[in-house]
């Protein structure tokens, strides 16, 4: 059976998407054993310090390519669904899953009044979504139908592949240089030498403290940045499968003004969700303020929606003008 031009651009995504992860992960691992090799020169074991920043970071790229989801859901103290609790919440999910084509992803329920999903986990048949009771209690069945059609898409996109990989290695590089930052704190650092510092010792010491600071700060716009994007497109394929834009816009309006918050959501996950669970209204402050933004802006998302909803409105009037 021939390929048709939505199977091939979909195709491309997913391609798109395992290949930045690998990216992402090679990154991080040259990244994280760079800054280690020049905060080694602190203690002058350059050398080894370099072989432990790549250990750490290998490790810590297959905790988050195995492990990542499992990771999350614990943070998130999600627990697995139950038919007898949810049984709506499990029809619904796995009729997307027949709509998608994809396995039947685990299903599990956060315990938290605010209103969220997200999805993860590394393949479609490693796949898990984790929705809030707040959810469940706040959307009807075609809004949630449209959510769970959002977060299948990011499954059949490998977005959760990509989300949980850098979810982990961001707060990895995060750890790495608070490590070095307490240390400088406390003076552990060679600072008795003064008299045989080299120039070159001098630079390399400036520039171990610059990537300190960027580091964390280069991971998390990147981090931002392919989520934004992301979101767009899970929003679209999400859709698609429901044939409802609409629901969806509905959806996004009810959880945008959902007062609860997920607080035990920390900034390692947030762009995990269909919306930023601490403030999903967020919009930032300037070009800088844009760049860390989790999601793109909600109003935006609501326009593209809205339109989407309207055009075959729109085309059934042409053919009638016709």
């Known amino acids: 059976m021939a390929r048709t031009d939505e199977d091939l651009h979909l195709q491309q995504r997913i391609d798109r998407n395992v290949l930045a992860t690998w990216v992402c992960i090679g990154a991080v691992i040259i990244l994280t054993t760079a800054t280690a090799w020049f905060l080694g020169q602190f203690w002058e074991f350059g050398f080894p310090a370099a072989v432990i920043g790549f250990l750490f970071a290998t490790f810590s790229s297959a905790t988050a390519y195995f ?46 009044p605010a209103s969220n999903a997200l999805a993860t986990g590394r393949d479609p048949h490693n796949a898990s979504i984790a929705v ?21 898409s990011h499954i059949r996109q490998r977005d959760t ?56 700060i280069l991971a998390k716009i990147i981090q931002m940045a392919m989520s934004r994007r992301r979101e767009y497109l899970a929003d679209l394929g999400g859709a698609d499968l429901t044939r409802n ?12 003004a959902d007062p609860d918050r997920l607080d035990i959501a920390n900034r390692g996950v947030q762009h995990m969700f269909v919306l930023n669970p601490v403030n999903p209204l967020s919009e930032g402050e300037g070009w800088f303020g844009h760049l860390l933004n989790t999601h793109p802006p909600i109003a935006e998302r609501l326009r593209i929606l809205r339109a989407l909803a309207h055009e075959p409105a729109r085309r059934s009037h042409g053919r009638q003008q016709g």
Do not use: C
């Not at 919440?89 to 992803?105: C, F, H, R």
């Not at 809030?132 to 299948?152: F, K, W």
């Open 132 to 152: 809030t009771s707040g959810l469940l209690e706040i959307l009807n069945r075609n809004e949630l139908q449209a959510v769970v059609a959002h977060e299948m």
């Open 161 to 216: 592949l990509y989300a949980v990989v850098v979810a982990t290695l961001v707060g990895a590089i995060v750890i790495m240089t608070d490590i070095f930052w307490r240390t400088a704190r406390t003076g552990e650092f060679r600072g008795s030498r003064d008299d045989s510092d080299s120039k070159g010792e001098i630079v390399i010491l400036v520039i171990g403290i610059l990537l300190a600071v960027l580091a964390p």
């Open 245 to 256: 834009p609409s629901a969806l816009a509905d959806a996004l309006e009810k959880i945008a």
């Open 67 to 112: 492990y990542g989801d499992r990771l999350v859901l614990g943070l998130l103290w999600a627990e697995p669904a139950s038919r007898e609790e949810h049984r709506e919440l499990i029809n619904v999910i796995e009729e997307m899953a027949i709509a998608s084509g994809l396995p039947v992803p685990k299903i599990y329920v956060i315990s938290s």
